[in-house]
T-cell receptor, first 117, second 112 residues
Framework: NAGVTQTPKFQVLKTGQSMTLQCAQDMNHEYMSWYRQDPGMGLRLIHYSVGAGITDQGEVPNGYNVSRSTTEDFPLRLLSAAPSQTSVYFC????????????????FGEGSWLTVV | QQQVKQSPQSLIVQKGGIPIINCAYENTAFDYFPWYQQFPGKGPALLIAIRPDVSEKKEGRFTISFNKSAKQFSLHIMDSQPGDSATYFCAASIYNNNDMRFGAGTRLTVKP
C-alpha cells in the first residue's frame, strides 16, 4: 500500500530556479498539507487543502504555491528558490473519523530533501 | 512564535531506562495532543495521542501524561530499547481541525 508518495527524493537547485515537488495519496483523504522540517524548528505548515479546488496558507507560505485539482494530488511549487528554502519537505494527508473519539491522524510521505545553492 | 514548546532537544539513555520528553502549549483551545515518531530518512508516524478528558493514556511501553491546568504533557517510554532510537515530536491541534502545530523535536538515543 503506497500511502503518500513524494517525488523527487533529493534535489539541488540554483538560487532563482523554480521547481515542483510532487505529492500523491491513494487513501482518498480530503485533507492534504505540506510541511517543512528544519533543525530546531520542528515541522512547520506551509500550505494545506481541505479538498479539491480549496487551498489555504499555513504558518510559512511565502515563496510557495499550491493547487489541488484532484483529491489525489497536491503539488508544491517553489517560484524562485532561495537558500532559506533549503529544507526537508513532507507532504501529508489526513482524515477525521467521527466514529472515533480521536483527532486527525496525519500520514506523512518519506520526504524530499531540497538544497538551494 | 512556537505554540508548542518541547524539551529536551536530545536525550541519551541506557537500554531499559525510562526517557521522558516534555511539551508545553499556550493555546487553551487545543484539545488533541498526538506524539509522532520519526526514524532517519522517513516521515513522522503517529505513535500515541491523548485528549484532555483523561490525564494518562498508555499503549504498550508508551505513556502520555497530561496536565490540563499546567498546559503540559509528556511522553514516557518504559523499558526503552535501541529500536526506540528516533526523533519524537509532540503536537497539538483543535479537535477535528487539521492545523497541527508541532514541537521542535527530541532526538532520543537508547544505548545497548
Amino acid at each position: 500500500n503506497a500511502g503518500v508518495t513524494q517525488t523527487p527524493k533529493f534535489q539541488v537547485l540554483k538560487t532563482g530556479q523554480s521547481m515542483t515537488l510532487q505529492c500523491a495519496q491513494d487513501m482518498n483523504h480530503e485533507y492534504m498539507s505540506w510541511y517543512r522540517q528544519d533543525p530546531g524548528m520542528g515541522l512547520r505548515l506551509i500550505h494545506y487543502s481541505v479538498g479539491a479546488g480549496i487551498t489555504d496558507q499555513g504558518e510559512v507560505p511565502n515563496g510557495y504555491n499550491v493547487s489541488r485539482s484532484t483529491t489525489e494530488d497536491f503539488p508544491l511549487r517553489l517560484l524562485s528558490a532561495a537558500p532559506s528554502q533549503t529544507s526537508v519537505y513532507f507532504c501529508a494527508s489526513s482524515y477525521y473519523d467521527p466514529l472515533k473519539n480521536s483527532g486527525n491522524t496525519i500520514y506523512f510521505g518519506e520526504g524530499s530533501w531540497l538544497t538551494v545553492v | 512564535q512556537q505554540q508548542v514548546k518541547q524539551s529536551p532537544q536530545s536525550l541519551i539513555v541506557q537500554k531499559g531506562g525510562i526517557p521522558i520528553i516534555n511539551c508545553a502549549y499556550e493555546n487553551t483551545a487545543f484539545d488533541y495532543f498526538p506524539w509522532y515518531q520519526q526514524f532517519p530518512g522517513k516521515g513522522p508516524a503517529l505513535l500515541i495521542a491523548i485528549r484532555p478528558d483523561v490525564s494518562e493514556k498508555k499503549e504498550g511501553r508508551f505513556t502520555i501524561s497530561f496536565n490540563k491546568s499546567a498546559k503540559q504533557f509528556s511522553l514516557h517510554i518504559m523499558d526503552s530499547q535501541p529500536g526506540d532510537s528516533a526523533t519524537y515530536f509532540c503536537a497539538a491541534s483543535i479537535y477535528n481541525n487539521n492545523d497541527m502545530r508541532f514541537g521542535a523535536g527530541t532526538r532520543l538515543t537508547v544505548k545497548p
